[in-house]
């Protein structure tokens, strides 16, 4: 299995935070062949999207580019800025193809300030992923400011979450996969 664990901000701590404490939790579960690619977008240097074809980009776009498309799984870590998705993400999903996500299984980390924003990912997030032709976990993680301490989490809660996240993305990937095998097998190809 492909993963790529994207951290879509490219200001404040609280996503990277959520999204190495996945990476990490991760790391223990997988298999001898699966791989692993783990990106913020606070390490990279993004232009902005402006319509080319998404094969036309170099460095780090088509670096963001490559790995979207060479992943089965997609754990998404965003921060709730302003009751809004970060500009810097909303960036990537404009690079890809319109089909970019399709057979993708992806699960969602939101980090924000106040419960308020809590359906945010609901409003903004999951229509641009279904848009996309994704298929997105039911159920996301959503961590307030207030659940960090210092350099990470601040209970055992939310690693809990974050290992029901991992399983449930996991195993919706693989039921999928069945699916879709099935469904590319009764073509006889």
């Known amino acids: 299995m492909n993963y790529l664990i994207l951290s879509g901000s490219t200001h404040g701590e609280k996503t990277r ?3 190495e404490a996945l990476k990490a939790q991760l790391e223990l579960q ?3 062949d699966d791989e692993l690619t783990y990106l913020n977008l606070q390490d990279l240097d993004m232009a902005f999207s402006d319509g080319r074809h998404p094969m036309d980009w170099r460095d780090d776009n088509a670096k963001v580019i490559a790995a979207i498309l060479a992943s089965e799984i997609i754990f998404i870590g965003s921060p709730i800025f302003q009751a809004s998705i970060p500009g810097s993400l909303k960036n990537v999903f404009d690079l890809l193809p319109e089909h970019a996500l399709e057979r993708k299984t992806i699960g969602l980390v939101i980090t924000a300030g106040s419960p308020r924003h809590y359906l945010v990912a609901e409003q903004q997030l999951i229509p641009i992923l279904n848009y996309l032709k994704a298929v997105v976990v039911p159920k996301y993680v959503f961590i307030e400011g207030r659940e960090f301490a210092g350099d990470g989490l601040a209970s055992d809660d939310i690693q809990f979450r974050l290992q029901n996240l991992i399983q449930d993305t996991q195993q919706l990937a693989q039921a999928y996969q069945t699916v879709w ?5 009764s073509f006889g190809f």
Do not use: F
Request: no cysteine.
């Open 17 to 19: 935070q959520a999204t």
């Open 30 to 32: 997988l298999n001898p």
């Open 181 to 185: 095998q099935a469904e590319d097998e």
